[in-house]
């Protein structure tokens, strides 16, 4: 039998410079529980310094306010544009710094890891990351900006990473997985 793991609140991020997508969950147990997710829209900045500042304060807004035990973020991918992934790079060394400074541990995560946590295929889309999320968090209707359900994508790939770590060599057989998983199959 698996034992229950400590209540903790994960925050996950998708750093970006346009918009900057999050998600915080509670997990009890091994089921977590959505708590909240939103994005910050910085397309409204035209200097890139203020975006990073606005992300800085957001991030920081957001560990205050929720008191997460951990940050989840999504690392960036090699792009053929190079400006791009050194912007992408620099918002999410930005986040990380403001995870540093409240003394948050940091576990980063490539973009295809995640999707295969959340999915079972490293090649999903956003809306079947969305889809998936929303039917497994039973969170209602999903966001207009996608980056949301990065963020959180981000945070509950942590959890199953977390549960994956802790398990005891694995298991043996679906029937096994499912009987020791009920919240993950529907």
Excluded at 6 to 22: C, S
Excluded at 105 to 133: C, D, H, M, W
């Amino acid at each position: 039998m698996q034992k229950a793991v400590a209540e903790k609140i994960i925050l996950g991020i998708d750093p970006g410079t346009t918009v900057m997508g999050y998600g915080l969950i509670e997990v009890r147990g091994n089921t977590p529980r959505l708590i909240t997710m939103g994005v910050l829209e910085l397309s409204k900045y035209k200097d890139h310094y203020l975006k990073l500042r606005k992300i800085f304060e957001r991030v920081i807004s957001l560990i205050d306010s929720y008191h997460p035990d951990e940050l989840a973020i999504e690392a960036p991918f090699y792009g053929k544009n190079v400006q791009s992934m050194l912007k992408l790079g620099r918002a999410q060394g930005v986040a990380m710094a403001a995870a540093l400074s409240r003394s948050l541990p940091i576990f980063e995560y490539a973009p295809l890891r995640i999707k295969q946590a959340i999915t079972g295929r490293g090649n999903a889309s956003k809306e079947q990351v969305a889809l998936f999320l929303q039917q497994y968090l039973d969170m209602g209707e999903i966001p207009k900006h996608l980056d949301a359900t990065d963020g959180l994508a981000a945070a509950v790939c942590h959890c199953f990473q977390k549960q994956n770590l802790m398990s005891s060599g694995g298991v043996k057989s679906w029937k096994e997985f499912i009987r020791n998983n009920p919240g993950r199959v529907k």
